[in-house]
């Protein structure tokens, strides 16, 4: 049975070409959606293309990038403000410089304008081209800034230096800053960073002690520490993260409309493969206090559901004689801020292992296995503490794809979060598992197009989970691209799927 919860506006069939690959959903607007994709082989090296509401494709525009000789290298296409941006780089051998190209898209016309605005420039002069640097980027929640953040090259032994400049919606640069930092660039890692409406830079980094080390003599080794850059004021504010017995594996940041700092994450009794609970922190930015922590240890009831009865007697046994027992492997992907003052954090099992062997030829072959398993949510009200954690199950492990069909969507509706992933149909049908229970056996997810189903799993603001089928049995051999879903307005979501030598695009509208 199709979920009653969604519906499904589906785009016609398009045959896959080998030389075109989907990049990513661009933008949206009251004309439609706008989908890049790249060209593998020919003189334009991008398509841009408009579907109506409807998922109708209106307009599909081979994009050059230059002209004649002139090579620069597509970097990412981004909306802001209701405008799309195309960004692109040029490695100019003659000086020496490695300098980022934004232009306009027009969204009648689907082709960039002419104006060519250069928006970031790294000098690699005393480097060698492998070293030239990149940039990054971060839009503002309300589109009205773009941060572009310049990763400079370094040699071993420097100290962390980078740059950035922060432009309006139009493009026009309203403040810029080069920083130089008292800690060597290999001791220094940049993990997040948040801008503020009025153009503010929030840098979330870890500041190792001696080596690149979680742990050095069985002690943590590393510190969180965020800093600020404002623009009004020449002023650099720290904010270190330091909780005692606590060991801090990983951290994101965010910032309400209260002015204050707020930070999620994981903690480990053993290090940084593993967890054993989730912690939430709200810090003032005036005094710096952290003004309310909670923390919530996951229980063994917790850490043991949805393992196989093997896994749960083993973990069971070796709490019982006094080893630690944490979840293995979970990567914080989400910190989302609730309307109500509260938050959400969202993990994931991920991890890769890798099979070298001999073939019957003699040769050497490697087989990369991607394993994308449980999600677990943690919700926090609006007082900074935690009331529940939750586990949704799921298994999905495929090999050699890079986990394009694996993962999850996330769409946050009103109060509700909805999770959007292929699953094995068995886990509906056969085992009739109840989402977040674990029970019964949980069948892989392996792209096996014949046994796969793209479900929903729909939490409330309680933690109760419902599951159920998002196609209809009928469609059942479509394989979503979870990550590379768009949440386009309050509730509706656009996918990409493929069937066999087909791709189709769709809108979900929850109900």
């Not at 232009?103 to 030239?132: A, F």
């Not at 504010?237 to 910032?255: N, S, V």
């Not at 938050?343 to 099979?355: M, P, S």
Request: proline fraction near 2%.
């Amino acid at each position: 049975m199709q979920s009653d919860k969604v519906h499904l506006t589906w785009g016609e069939d398009q045959p896959i070409s080998r030389k075109i690959v989907f990049d990513d959903i661009i933008g949206s607007d009251e004309s439609g959606i706008y989908i890049l994709k790249r060209v593998l082989k020919g003189s334009s090296p991008l398509l841009i293309e408009q579907y109506s509401a409807q998922m109708a494709l209106q307009k599909s525009v081979p994009v050059r990038i230059g002209k004649n000789k002139e090579q620069r290298e597509f970097q990412y296409g981004v909306q802001i403000n209701g405008q799309i941006l195309l960004f692109t780089t040029k490695l100019d051998k003659k000086t020496k410089t490695n300098l980022l190209f934004a232009q306009t898209i027009d969204k009648k016309t689907l082709k960039p304008s002419s104006k060519l605005i250069k928006v970031g420039i790294i000098d690699y002069s005393d480097r060698s081209k492998k070293t030239s640097g990149s940039f990054t980027y971060k839009i503002s929640s309300d589109e009205k800034r773009i941060l572009i953040y310049y990763n400079l090259p370094y040699q071993k032994g420097e100290n962390e230096k980078f740059s950035y400049h922060i432009f309006d919606s139009e493009l026009n640069l309203l403040w810029e800053k080069s920083i130089s930092l008292p800690y060597k660039n290999e001791l220094f890692k940049v993990v997040d960073y948040e801008i503020t409406k009025a153009g503010d830079l929030f840098l979330l980094s870890q500041i190792f002690k001696e080596k690149t080390k979680a742990k050095l003599n069985g002690k943590p080794n590393y510190r969180y520490q965020i800093t600020s850059y404002t623009s009004i004021v020449e002023e650099v504010k720290e904010y270190p993260i330091i909780l005692k017995d606590q060991f801090l594996t990983d951290m994101k940041i965010a910032l309400n409309d209260n002015g204050e700092i707020i930070c999620g994450g994981f903690y480990s009794n053993n290090g940084t493969f593993s967890i054993k609970g989730s912690y939430f922190l709200k810090i003032n930015l005036e005094s710096k206090n952290i003004v309310s922590k909670s923390f919530k240890e996951f229980g063994l009831d917790f850490i043991t559901q949805n393992m196989t009865d093997k896994e749960k007697r083993k973990t069971t046994k070796r709490e019982a004689i006094g080893k630690d027992v944490e979840l293995y492997q979970y990567d914080l992907n989400d910190l989302v801020l609730r309307e109500d003052g509260g938050a959400i954090l969202v993990g994931e099992q991920y991890f890769v292992r890798v099979a070298t062997y001999n073939d019957s030829q003699g040769s050497i072959k490697t087989t990369y296995h991607y394993y994308y398993n449980d999600i677990i949510v943690i919700s926090i009200n609006a007082a900074g503490q935690i009331d529940w954690a939750e586990k949704i199950a799921k298994r999905q492990h495929t090999i050699n794809d890079e986990g394009l069909y694996s993962s999850y969507s996330l769409a946050l509706v009103d109060d509700k979060l909805n999770f959007i992933f292929n699953d094995n149909i068995k886990n509906l049908v056969a085992s009739k598992i109840t989402a977040g229970k674990g029970k019964g056996v949980i069948y892989d997810f392996t792209r096996n197009a014949k046994s796969s189903l793209a479900v929903l799993v729909q939490v409330d603001s309680d933690g109760r989970q419902v599951k159920e089928a998002l196609f209809n049995i009928r469609d059942a051999e479509l394989l979503i691209r979870p990550k590379v879903s768009n949440q386009i307005s309050n509730n509706e979501l656009v996918i990409y799927s493929q069937k066999r030598k087909m791709e189709r695009f769709g809108k979900i509208t929850f109900k």
